[in-house]
């Protein structure tokens, strides 16, 4: 049984930053590519950042430059360090082992004045 634990969300002010952490349960998480997802209101759920087990990051268009992927294999944790944070970015947030079927549960990202 594998388990995500998403972490670090909350309020933020526009160009503020905030940092998201995922604990996963299980030695499955160090040998695949684990990423963040966000579903906003209204919107269906869309890729924010991937990295692989070998340490490639893949970004949304959206995100690059302003948010950072990265993993600790001995921890199992995947985090996503966001700066610049627009209002766009207001979402539930989700990480999940790619192609597993496995995600957490979410925390919420608000980015308001």
């Known amino acids: 049984q594998v388990q995500l634990v998403e972490s670090g969300g909350g309020w933020v002010q526009p160009g503020g930053s905030l940092r998201l952490s995922c604990a996963a349960s299980?030695?499955?998480?160090?040998?695949?590519?684990v990423g963040w997802y966000r579903q906003a209101p209204g919107k269906q759920r869309e890729l924010v950042a991937t990295?692989?087990?070998?340490?490639?990051?893949n970004y949304a268009d959206s995100v690059k430059g302003r948010f950072t992927i990265s993993r600790d294999g001995a921890k199992s944790t995947v985090n996503l360090q966001m700066n610049s944070l627009k209002p766009e970015d207001t979402a539930v947030y989700y990480c999940?082992?790619?192609?597993?079927?496995?995600w957490g549960q979410g925390t919420q990202v608000t980015v308001s004045s």
């Open positions: 299980g030695s499955f998480f160090s040998i695949r590519t």
């Open positions: 999940t082992i790619v192609s597993t079927g496995y």
């Open positions: 990295i692989t087990s070998g340490g490639s990051r």
